[in-house]
């Protein structure tokens, strides 16, 4: 890649995870969005992010007396947002909304060019309040916001652009932007269709149907999403319902699932798709100085003593959880690390499957777990599941963490102090899971099922361990049954008995970890891919 040459491209997203304390993401997509970002400026490509200044982010989640959760909203203000001066509008339910534009650089990223409509200007000022927040209206409300006033502040600033990054469907109605702007140019509807998939990528990201967002077309024409363009035009480019995936893959020249097994996944889930752009596989990666210890990369560097840097880390991850819940965790037993959304697929629980198992060791303390997670605040069911957790905490006090509020901070703290993480998703659900790279970067070995971006990465038994084979059926109370037993083959037969009894064995495992991923799971490798897959045309 040579700077001098290289496409500029304008990275439209829904959250951005840059800070804990910048409350504009809610999870992996965000995080992800923002280490992208960051990556970018450390190796100098010229990308842009396009994203929402959200005044209450995403909802902070704690925990009752009775142990469930609830949802809280704060007033955000950010006195460090630069006012850009810029302000644009959009039709929402054919009244004009204005969008003020801010930018931060603040966070060692690229420029993030931020849209608000908190104005008083706007009677409704609250479509940029709660990031995945409300119903379906609000929600087009959003991604006019993140969409059509993105372009049109790209104009207003006067950044010229080759590439539009659609970093999930949120963002196809951009491409709806950028057609009506050559169908004004006196371009046909096809001409300026094929001239807009020219230049916008796309990445899809939830291997579930149901996570892949659509809207009724009357719901969208009622909005104004259509933007000016016929409601058997957008039919012809969504569908109906208007899926914002299907969209996204007929609307750009190349799409990318997120990890080599998800494209494959993906290939099969879209396949029926008429006209959809080709999907190729580029794995995430993590922006290695925001989630790495300097301690555990200075000892692995000068072949130091990784066990002394990575017990440091341990204690302190303890001391954290002890202020974080009042539990005191011991030190010198193995600490499973467990960070997740609430979601029926991750299995947050299958650890404790089968009790006649794994209690033993929970009430004597050998294994000791650690988990966080939040669930949609309108997921009733991702809720039980974080109701599951805090009675597991209860029933096993001593060993049995489950810390609220999950944010950037517990995650890092996590995936530097662990001693395992571990992952067991109904494959091939998982899309990617960069939370695995982050504790590998730091030594953490993975104890993960083969989904996402664990099948490119797993040595087993050398940088971390696989459990089951890759088993994939519909029938889910087996995959579940077949999963679970792998797991306790796994965790019982291979990784207490080298924990406790080898632990030459056990560093030689954490160095090889850090070797076998550092590159190729760091941000640079990422956005090298971007640039020769897909930004930079052939």
């Not at 879209?270 to 301690?295: F, K, L, M």
């Amino acid at each position: 890649m040579t700077q001098q040459h290289l496409p500029t491209v304008a990275y439209f997203s829904m959250e951005f995870g840059l800070e804990s304390s910048f409350k504009i993401y809610a999870g992996g997509l965000g995080i992800l969005a923002g280490d992208y970002i960051k990556g970018a400026r450390d190796v100098g490509a010229p990308i842009i992010g396009i994203g929402i200044k959200w005044k209450q982010g995403y909802t902070d989640q704690h925990i009752d007396p009775d142990g469930k959760p609830y949802d809280a909203y704060h007033n955000y203000m950010y006195e460090f947002l630069e006012d850009t001066g810029v302000q644009v509008s959009v039709t929402i339910r054919n009244i004009d909304v204005h969008c003020k534009v801010w930018k931060t650089e603040k966070f060692g990223n690229n420029p993030l060019y931020l849209l608000d409509t908190d104005i008083p200007q706007n009677s409704d000022s609250w479509i940029t309040g709660q990031l995945y927040g409300w119903f379906g209206e609000e929600r087009i409300a959003q991604e006019i916001v993140l969409g059509i006033a993105g372009v049109r502040a790209l104009r207003a600033l006067q950044i010229p652009v080759d590439v539009y990054h659609f970093n999930e469907g949120h963002a196809a109605l951009a491409a709806i932007e950028l057609i009506r702007e050559k169908m004004n140019a006196g371009r046909s509807f096809e001409e300026a269709w094929q001239a807009t998939r020219d230049e916008v990528v796309f990445t899809t990201h939830t291997p579930i149907r149901e996570g892949n967002e659509s809207h009724p077309l009357e719901r969208l024409e009622y909005m104004s999403a259509f933007n000016h363009l016929t409601r058997e035009q957008m039919e012809r480019i969504g569908g109906n319902p208007f899926n914002m995936t299907v969209a996204g893959l007929r609307l750009s020249r190349i799409s990318n699932g997120v990890a080599k097994l998800h494209g494959i996944t993906a290939n099969k889930m879209w396949q029926d798709v008429a006209g959809r752009s080709e999907i190729i596989s580029i794995t995430n990666a993590i922006h290695t100085p925001t989630w790495v210890d300097p301690r555990i990369t200075a000892a692995y560097e000068s072949n130091g003593d990784l066990w002394a840097a990575h017990m440091e880390l341990k204690r302190e991850l303890i001391r954290f959880i002890e202020e974080r819940s009042g539990i005191s965790l011991n030190a010198d037993h193995l600490l499973i690390g467990f960070s997740r959304r609430a979601a029926p697929y991750k299995r947050s629980d299958l650890i404790f499957s089968k009790p006649e198992l794994i209690a033993p060791y929970l009430e004597s303390g050998k294994i000791q777990i650690v988990f966080s997670g939040k669930a949609h605040p309108l997921d009733d069911t991702g809720k039980r599941i974080v109701s599951n957790l805090v009675a597991m905490m209860k029933k096993y006090p001593g060993s049995v963490v489950f810390l609220e509020n999950y944010d950037m901070t517990i995650g890092a703290a996590l995936t530097r102090g662990s001693d395992i993480w571990l992952n067991n998703p109904r494959r091939p659900l998982e899309a990617s899971g960069t939370s695995g790279m982050k504790a590998a970067m730091n030594g953490v070995l993975n104890c993960s099922i083969l989904d996402g971006w664990w099948p490119e990465a797993c040595l087993d038994g050398e940088n971390g361990w696989q459990f089951g084979d890759g088993l994939e059926t519909d029938n889910t109370e087996a995959l579940d049954r077949h999963d679970s037993e792998a797991l306790y083959e796994t965790l019982l037969q291979r990784v207490l008995p080298t924990y406790y009894e080898n632990r030459p064995k056990w560093v030689e495992m954490m160095r090889k970890s850090i070797e076998t991923t550092r590159e190729p799971f760091a941000t640079k490798r990422m956005i090298e891919q971007y640039y020769n897959k897909m930004y930079i045309k052939e």
